[in-house]
């Protein structure tokens, strides 16, 4: 029916997840009678996933940290590796901060902040109506408080040195870049950026250099060739302390500095 290991196991882990199988009705054989509305539901995945549809956007769920987040094909689908930067923010932050999640997409970095730090408050901001009203459900779903959603043009509508911290997750796919032709599925304005995938964080920087504190931080992720380039834009706008966090494959993916001397 699959054509390959990776797909068999996403089918073994929507019996589980949708159908609520158990490991013994799907390992061993069993007198399980599908109800029509089952049915319907495996014809269903089997279609979506010959169109190539991503399991996450078939489940409508994203784990993301210690989350469960709703995804459908208006956002992007979390990935792990974003999950160093709320391990960062974690581990280096503990009194009540001003935070903004600028391109907060589902929501999963600001929100998972969040959660962990009740006393911090979190805006996440998005271009896109339909990443709002995503972030929206999420923000209802996990019951947080301490975070508030902004249609925005990247930084353009907050006031000057009013975050302690801005972390983004923006576009940095070059326009034509191969990557894209395996993520079809998912929304082009969370991927792609002109100037060699590099326009967004250009004005992600310049903007942060203005609603940021002094000795405010910076964070953006970025792809695994572009650590120079974001390295010398921090540095034009004024950042030090500029260092970078490598991903589980030892890849530099995020840059973090310092506004100020
Ligand atoms: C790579 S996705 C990141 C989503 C989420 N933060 C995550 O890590 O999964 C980038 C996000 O930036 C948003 N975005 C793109 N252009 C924007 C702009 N001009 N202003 C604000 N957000 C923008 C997209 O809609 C998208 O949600």
């Avoid at 969040?114 to 779903?141: C, M, R, T």
């Avoid at 500029?242 to 991903?247: A, V």
């Amino acid at each position: 029916m699959f054509d390959s290991d990776a797909i068999k196991n996403e089918f073994i882990f929507f019996l589980k997840e949708k159908l609520h199988f158990s490991d013994a009705e799907i390992y061993i054989s069993s007198d399980k009678v599908l109800t029509v509305e089952d049915e319907n539901l495996i014809k269903a995945f089997i279609k979506q996933k010959n169109e190539g549809i991503p399991l996450d956007y078939i489940l409508n769920s994203s784990k993301f940290y210690e989350y469960e987040f709703f995804v459908d094909s208006r956002v992007l689908i979390p990935r792990p590796e974003t999950e160093i930067i709320v391990d960062y923010v974690n581990s280096h932050f503990s009194s009540p901060i001003q935070i903004l999640d600028a391109g907060t997409g589902s929501g999963c970095i600001g929100i998972s902040i969040a959660l962990k730090n009740p006393s911090f408050q979190i805006y996440g901001s998005d271009y896109s109506e339909d990443a709002i009203d995503v972030a929206s459900i999420n923000k209802n779903n996990l019951g947080v408080k301490n975070f508030l959603i902004i249609h925005a043009n990247w930084l353009s509508c907050f006031k000057t040195k009013c975050f302690d911290l801005v972390i983004s997750n923006p576009p940095y796919i070059a326009e034509g870049d191969s990557h894209l032709e395996k993520l079809v599925h998912e929304p082009n304005i969370a991927l792609v950026s002109k100037e060699s995938g590099l326009f967004s964080i250009k004005k992600i920087v310049e903007q942060s250099s203005k609603v940021l504190k002094e000795g405010g931080m910076l964070m953006i992720e970025h792809g695994y060739d572009q650590q120079d380039d974001v390295g010398s834009i921090f540095k034009k706008y004024n950042f030090s302390k500029i260092e970078n966090l490598k991903d589980l494959q030892l890849l530099p993916r995020i840059t973090v500095g310092t506004l100020g001397r």
